[in-house]
């Protein structure tokens, strides 16, 4: 089978958060060529119902394999806790069976056990994140003897995008749920920062923990999980092209991303547009 001239490997998020995935994992694999892609004109997909976040993902998806991509990462966590098993199971086989998508929450709850002393762990994330009891039931997976608590924090979100989380009111909020979940168990030892935005405060939520409560943040490990990943399966990463390159793209204007992207990706973005059909 001959190799595609350009396979890069898609990244997708409902907006920006999923930069700081996309952050680390070009830091442990810098080869590889990349093509993000933000649903920034339909963002936030945290509080929406299941049905409609699985057909923004599909759709979102389909356009990655378009553009070439063969393996898509699903770097946002409502995607992935709502959208990512249908799509693995109903509708790789008929689309493209030789293709792959990958989500962010397995890597952080295949060894959040590995942190905890106490056996009991907290999970802070959106609305939609936490509703779904997706890291519930992964965690089970793993790690069944750990007692799972979650807090959902929905102010957290808009806060970082309108970089605003550097203010005594962002103080205020973030102490708010970080206490909430400790209340639930004093006894948590380790917490998952259930989404991609989150590492952006992860020094403001140290503020309110003891020091010997263990963070653990995604974007590495999910770095870590997509290097394994490609050891394991030399069929899919012989399909990934390896230039070295970065593409992005938004749903919304480019200007408006760019501008926000940076905050999250760590260095200057130039994102193109890509048109979706809005009508249903």
Same mark, same amino acid.
């Given at each position: 089978?001959?190799? %595609?001239?350009?396979?890069?490997?898609?990244?997708?998020?409902?907006?920006?958060? @999923?930069?700081?995935?996309?952050?680390?994992?070009?830091? $442990?694999? %810098?080869?590889? +060529?990349?093509?993000?892609?933000? +649903?920034?004109? =339909?963002? %936030?997909?945290?509080?929406?119902?299941?049905?409609?976040?699985?057909?923004?993902? *599909?759709?979102?998806?389909?356009?990655?394999?378009?553009?070439?991509?063969? *393996?898509?990462?699903?770097?946002? !966590?409502?995607?992935?806790?709502? /959208?990512? =098993?249908?799509?693995?199971?109903?509708?790789?086989? #008929?689309?493209?069976? !030789?293709?792959?998508?990958?989500?962010?929450? =397995?890597?952080?709850?295949?060894?959040?056990?590995?942190?905890?002393?106490?056996?009991?762990?907290?999970?802070?994330?959106?609305? @939609?994140?936490?509703?779904?009891?997706?890291?519930?039931?992964?965690?089970?997976?793993?790690?069944?003897?750990?007692?799972?608590?979650?807090?959902?924090?929905?102010?957290?979100?808009? *806060?970082?995008?309108?970089?605003?989380?550097? !203010?005594?009111?962002?103080?205020?909020?973030?102490?708010?749920?970080?206490?909430?979940?400790?209340?639930?168990?004093?006894?948590?030892?380790?917490?998952?920062? @259930?989404?991609?935005?989150?590492?952006?405060?992860?020094?403001?939520?140290?503020?309110?923990?003891?020091?010997?409560?263990?963070?653990?943040?995604?974007?590495?490990?999910? /770095? #870590?999980?997509?290097?394994?990943?490609?050891?394991?399966?030399?069929?899919? $990463?012989?399909?990934?092209?390896?230039?070295?390159?970065?593409?992005?793209?938004?749903? +919304?204007?480019?200007?408006?991303?760019?501008?926000?992207?940076?905050?999250?990706?760590?260095?200057?973005?130039?994102? #193109?547009?890509? /048109?979706? +059909?809005? =009508?249903?």
């Amino acid at each position: 089978m001959s190799v %595609p001239e350009h396979s890069p490997i898609g990244v997708f998020d409902s907006g920006f958060g @999923g930069l700081t995935v996309l952050k680390e994992i070009v830091k $442990e694999l %810098p080869q590889y +060529d990349y093509l993000y892609l933000g +649903d920034n004109a =339909r963002a %936030p997909y945290g509080s929406r119902s299941y049905e409609t976040v699985y057909e923004y993902t *599909l759709e979102c998806v389909k356009q990655l394999f378009d553009k070439g991509c063969h *393996l898509v990462i699903l770097a946002c !966590n409502t995607a992935s806790a709502k /959208a990512l =098993r249908t799509i693995q199971q109903k509708d790789l086989p #008929k689309l493209a069976s !030789n293709k792959r998508v990958l989500g962010v929450i =397995r890597p952080t709850t295949e060894i959040i056990g590995n942190y905890s002393s106490t056996k009991q762990v907290g999970v802070l994330g959106t609305a @939609g994140t936490v509703s779904s009891g997706s890291y519930i039931v992964e965690i089970e997976k793993f790690f069944p003897e750990l007692k799972v608590f979650q807090e959902a924090c929905p102010m957290w979100v808009p *806060l970082i995008e309108n970089n605003e989380f550097d !203010n005594k009111g962002a103080e205020y909020f973030i102490k708010k749920h970080v206490e909430a979940l400790m209340k639930q168990s004093p006894k948590i030892d380790a917490i998952i920062l @259930g989404c991609t935005h989150y590492p952006l405060i992860e020094n403001k939520i140290k503020k309110f923990l003891s020091p010997d409560v263990k963070l653990l943040s995604q974007g590495n490990l999910v /770095a #870590k999980g997509l290097k394994e990943y490609l050891n394991r399966h030399p069929e899919m $990463e012989k399909n990934c092209s390896k230039n070295g390159s970065l593409t992005f793209f938004t749903t +919304d204007m480019p200007e408006a991303f760019d501008k926000n992207a940076s905050l999250f990706f760590g260095k200057e973005v130039k994102a #193109k547009h890509l /048109a979706l +059909d809005f =009508r249903h």
